[in-house]
């Protein structure tokens, strides 16, 4: 069954990718990173940053399969700078004088970014345990009806997906992220409307589609499918080992797993639709809603910041 609006071949498809903010959206280019954000006196404030990761300056970073692992961490720490950038426009005033937080007393100048970091080490703690850890827990209780180590990769990699799926169903229901998911929808009806060569307005943006096959969402969903195949052939060992050997190829997972989106994201034939259709399905489900239009405004604004003069420069 096709989606609406997506078995049509963009004219340019591109390599910029979003992140959906609070009351922004942010969008990652060739060469800036910008992050617009809808204040709450309505007016949109765009911050721009040199982009500067690890394949700019190494080339072995740019190898396949070492870029994805890379790339995967580097959107964490992007994202989750973006995130709080974000937030600061809406935190409470307090009357009385701020107290120092333990990390600007530790770390002075250098709060912000340990703060980053240990969210980004908390959330990488909190998805290791909650996708990694407790998916093999729970199908252990499975040992003595299946004896097969490939039935119980099967089934840890299905307990696996229930679990990402009732808490991305579960988060989505939240007033505050439904506004998120929406600026995701936003910044994925931009991208369209960017890669179909239309002028980037409100009105053309609009009548594109909420889904995208290059989402983070289906990148999440196909490291979830690989990681069942690649896990196989380890057999079933003590939960001691299966902890390290997950963690150990949770990079190689996650490398294959992006040169897969690649090759999907740059074909629209009937195999690559085929791949991508759980990740778009998970999309509609949860992860992106329709955006209103001062929504899109502020995708637009985000993405117009990071494009160049010359196309070929954010080819995919």
Known sequence: MKIKNLDRVPKHITSIGGQALIEGVMMRGP???AMAVRKPDKEIEVKVEKLQTLGMKYKIFRLPLIRGVVGLVEAMLFGTKALMYSAEFFEEEVETEPKESFTQKIFKDKANDAEMVFAVVTSLVLAVGMFMILPTILTNFFKTKIHSSIGLNLVEGLVRIIIFLLYIIGVSRLDDIRRVFEYHGAEH???HCYENQEELTVENVKKYPILHPRCGTSFLFMVMIISILVLSF???P???QRFIVRILMFPVIAGISYEINRLIGKSNGKLAYFLSYPGLMIQK???VKEPDEEQIEVAI???KAVLTDNKEEDKW
Do not use: H, M
Request: glycine content about 6%; hydrophobic content about 45%.
């Open 238 to 240: 003590n939960p001691l």
């Open 301 to 303: 604004e985000s993405l």
């Open 234 to 236: 380890f057999g079933w």
């Open 31 to 33: 060469k800036d990173v």
């Open 285 to 287: 489900l949860a992860t």
């Open 189 to 191: 009806k931009t991208i």
